[in-house]
T-cell receptor, first 111, second 114 residues
Framework: RKEVEQDPGPFNVPEGATVAFNCTYS??????FFWYRQDCRKEPKLLMSVYSSGNEDGRFTAQLNRASQYISLLIRDSKLSDSATYLCVVNGETSYDKVIFGPGTSLSVIP | DAGVIQSPRHEVTEMGQEVTLRCKPI?????LFWYRQTMMRGLELLIY????????DSGMPEDRFSAKMPNASFSTLKIQPSEPRDSAVYFCASRPAVASYEQYFGPGTRLTVT
């Protein structure tokens, strides 16, 4: 089993739609979780951290389920500018200094 | 702050040649990471440094790859000799010592080995 797994998509959704991404991780001892966003031919950038109690940032909501070892990202009222690849990130098994990036889920928001 | 700086942005070289990629982390950041990204394998950690000291190089694919960090503001990733399968985007990232774990990425170097 890979350390971090994501549905690769692509997800093609119309503007205004709600879309959800899931991510599973293998290390039950992981403590840090993030969603990064990567635009085409650009570097990854932090979208939001994921906290145990769940957290929201505008149209974005992140949830953590430790028992099932999965993380979710919900995007409401999708905009064209949300089109990107979303990377699930979890701290590594052997060291909390480094993190493991999932393969990413591609999102295209269509007019 | 200028952010993480990488050079060159693009590199095209022939198989067998030496390639050196450069990175300047954000001032004050204690950690520096080198990643490689390909369509097939995604984003892979190659090596990371803490206070200029290499901590984990288990991701370095072969002895052809080497990385150094002679001071807090500069790091290099060298491939010698290069092979076509090394073609990828190489990212450098840095983060502060605090346990926020957010990494700041440079724009990457797109390497093509022919």
């Amino acid at each position: 089993r890979k350390e971090v797994e994501q549905d690769p998509g692509p997800f093609n959704v119309p503007e205004g739609a709600t879309v959800a991404f899931n991510c599973t991780y293998s290390n039950s001892a992981s403590q840090s979780f993030f969603w990064y966003r990567q635009d085409c031919r650009k570097e990854p950038k932090l979208l939001m951290s994921v906290y145990s109690s769940g957290n929201e940032d505008g149209r974005f909501t992140a949830q953590l389920n430790r028992a099932s070892q999965y993380i979710s990202l919900l995007i409401r009222d999708s905009k064209l500018s949300d089109s990107a690849t979303y990377l699930c990130v979890v701290n590594g098994e052997t060291s909390y200094d480094k993190v493991i990036f999932g393969p990413g889920t591609s999102l295209s928001v269509i007019p | 702050d200028a952010g993480v700086i990488q050079s060159p942005r693009h590199e095209v070289t022939e198989m067998g040649q030496e390639v050196t990629l450069r990175c300047k982390p954000i001032s004050g950041h204690d950690y520096l990471f080198w990643y490689r990204q390909t369509m097939m394998r995604g984003l892979e950690l190659l090596i990371y440094f803490n206070n200029n000291v290499p901590i984990d190089d288990s991701g370095m694919p072969e002895d052809r790859f080497s990385a150094k960090m002679p001071n807090a503001s500069f790091s290099t990733l060298k491939i010698q000799p290069s092979e076509p399968r090394d073609s990828a985007v190489y990212f450098c990232a840095s983060r502060p010592a605090v346990a926020s774990y957010e990494q700041y990425f440079g724009p990457g170097t797109r390497l093509t080995v022919t």
